[in-house]
T-cell receptor, first 114, second 111 residues
């Protein structure tokens, strides 16, 4: 079982609210990722981080923002939620070694904006 | 909300048959490849990986084949079981870089 945790698992929130999706890992991994995935659809990278104080936007444009103040913590924030943000958000981490290593995923947060 | 991207292709197999799931990758600099399995309502889980200095690697009931010439990766599942029903994603990474996921295939196992 991978030591990466996402909270909450499910969130229903009203339009215009600010929300933060939490992601923590206890493996000491340098790289962390946020993916957005709709049911039955592809995984889309929206943010990633190489390490503390490093954040980059991914392939898919997103109105969310991230921060990486501590190695183990990579929260994702939506300043003003909209129904178009309804989706599943998956957090992952991997070791930042010279040779590629697998990414471990959290269970995901299913967000519904009403 | 509006769905992001394309619906995943589906592979339907009979229980007990072998399954072959294919993936085309894009970056010729990628030297590490992974197959993930994602069950409904869960995050993707690691199945098997392969490095570019190999063309075949076997696990328990699974085999990954890598053809670097045509940038093609495949996952073979022997004696497919109902518990194998899931979405399967391939992922690639050039050394030291970020993981990039392929489109994924939904495997449905008929009893």
């Amino acid at each position: 079982e991978a030591d990466i945790y996402q909270t909450p698992r499910y969130l229903v929130i009203g339009t215009g609210k600010k929300i933060t999706l939490e992601c923590s890992q206890t493996m000491g991994h340098d790289k962390m990722y946020w993916y957005q995935q709709d049911p039955g659809m592809e995984l889309h990278l929206i943010h990633y981080s190489y390490g503390v104080n490093s954040t980059e936007k991914g392939d898919l444009s997103s109105e969310s923002t991230v921060s990486r103040i501590r190695t183990e913590h990579f929260p994702l924030t939506l300043e003003s939620a909209r129904p178009s943000h309804t989706s599943q958000y998956l957090c992952a981490s991997s070791a930042g070694t010279a040779r590629g290593t697998e990414a471990f995923f959290g269970q995901g947060t299913r967000l519904t904006v009403v | 909300g509006e769905s992001v991207g394309l619906h995943l292709p589906t592979l339907s197999v009979q229980e007990g048959d072998n399954s072959i799931i294919n993936c085309a990758y894009s970056n010729s600099a990628s030297d590490y490849f992974i197959w993930y399995k994602q069950e409904s309502g869960k995050g993707p889980q690691f199945i098997i990986d392969i490095r570019s200095n190999m063309d075949k690697r076997q696990g328990q009931r699974v085999t990954v084949l890598l053809n670097k010439t045509v940038k093609h990766l495949s996952l073979q599942i022997a004696a497919t079981q109902p518990g194998d029903s899931a979405v399967y994603f391939c992922a690639e990474t050039p050394t030291g870089n970020m993981l990039t996921f392929g489109g994924g295939t939904r495997l449905m196992v008929k009893p």
